[in-house]
C-alpha cells in the first residue's frame, strides 16, 4: 500500500482506540524497549505524544529515562520550513501544546541533533525493511538526516508491521528497531 492509504488506515485504527488500551498497549512497548541494549547511551530524544491523536503514550518511556538518569531531549517544531530543535527536558522545562496540540518546550537549553545517541520515533505504520509512515511532513526525516550515523532509530507502534510501503523516497530514513506491545523488529 502507499503511504497515503496507510495514513488513513492507521489513523482510523488508532482513532478507535480506548485511552486505557493507549495506556495499556504503551506501558507494554515501554517493557518491551526494556529488553533491547540501548540504554549505556548519554542522550535520548523522546516525542511527546499528541494524546488527541492516541499516539503511544511516551510518559512510560520519559519515567524510564529519568529513573536511569539520562539526558532526554524533547523538541519544538517549526511548521515554516519543517524543522525541529531540540531542548534539553529539566525540571525547570514549560510544556505547552501548539495550535496542532503537539506538547512543546517553550524553551530551555538547546540539544544539537548530533548529540542525540537514540531517537524514539513516533509513526502510523511501518513495514519489515524499517520504512514509516508518519503524519506526511516530514519532520523526523528532517531530523534524522542531521543526526551522526550511529544513533539509534526507534519507532514505537501498536500495530505490527506491513509487508513494505510502496512509495518509499530516497530522503526516507529507516529505523533500525520498531517496539510494538507484542514484538520488537529488528531492521
Not at 62 to 85: C, E, Q, R, W
Not at 119 to 133: S, W, Y
Amino acid at each position: 500500500m502507499t503511504k497515503s492509504e496507510l495514513r488513513n488506515i492507521y489513523k482510523s485504527k488508532r482513532k478507535a482506540l480506548s485511552q486505557a488500551t493507549v495506556d495499556d498497549l504503551s506501558l507494554k512497548i515501554a517493557n518491551r524497549l526494556l529488553q533491547l541494549n540501548i540504554w549505556d547511551a548519554s542522550f535520548y530524544h523522546v516525542f511527546l505524544s499528541i494524546t488527541e491523536q492516541n499516539e503511544v503514550n511516551s510518559d512510560y518511556l520519559l519515567n524510564i529515562l529519568s529513573g536511569k538518569d539520562k539526558n532526554i531531549a524533547i523538541s519544538k517544531s517549526d511548521f515554516g520550513d519543517f524543522s525541529m530543535t531540540h531542548y534539553l527536558l529539566t525540571d525547570n522545562t514549560t510544556i505547552k501544546k501548539n495550535k496542532y496540540n503537539i506538547p512543546e518546550p517553550l524553551d530551555g537549553i538547546e540539544v544539537p541533533a548530533e548529540k542525540i545517541d537514540v531517537v524514539f520515533v513516533p509513526l502510523l505504520a511501518f513495514d519489515k525493511q524499517g520504512h514509516r509512515v508518519g503524519y506526511g511532513k516530514g519532520f523526523y526525516d528532517k531530523f534524522l538526516a542531521t543526526c551522526k550515523p550511529e544513533a539509534l532509530k526507534i519507532g514505537l507502534s501498536f500495530f505490527e508491521a506491513e509487508e513494505d510501503i510502496k512509495d518509499v523516497f530516497e530522503s526516507d530514513i529507516r529505523l533500525d528497531y520498531c517496539a510494538t506491545p507484542d514484538k520488537t523488529y529488528k531492521f
